[in-house]
């Protein structure tokens, strides 16, 4: 599921529903183009939901601030993503 996806099918519906002329018995291609739509929608809205759940999950970070020529001592700074920005 990629953000492409929901807009090909968004696309795809806008085509059918404003730009084909299409007729067939027991068949509107302006309810399919309709339905597609918010198919692409739906797959978009999910796809950012995903992408934005999956950047969370990312472990925590260690960056190393300072480092001691004299001591060998290190500072480290590690931040978590369900802590508070730091203002």
Do not use: S
């Amino acid at each position: 599921m990629t953000i492409a996806g929901g807009i090909i099918l968004i696309m795809l519906g806008a085509i059918f529903t404003w730009a084909v002329e299409f007729d067939l018995a027991g068949f509107d291609i302006n309810i399919l183009g309709v339905i597609l739509m918010l198919g692409g929608l739906v797959w978009l809205l999910i796809a950012i939901y995903r992408m934005n759940v999956a950047r969370r999950a990312i472990a925590p970070t260690t960056v190393v601030v300072e480092e001691d020529p004299v001591t060998h001592r290190r500072v480290y700074e590690e931040r978590h993503y369900d802590d508070p920005p730091v203002v």
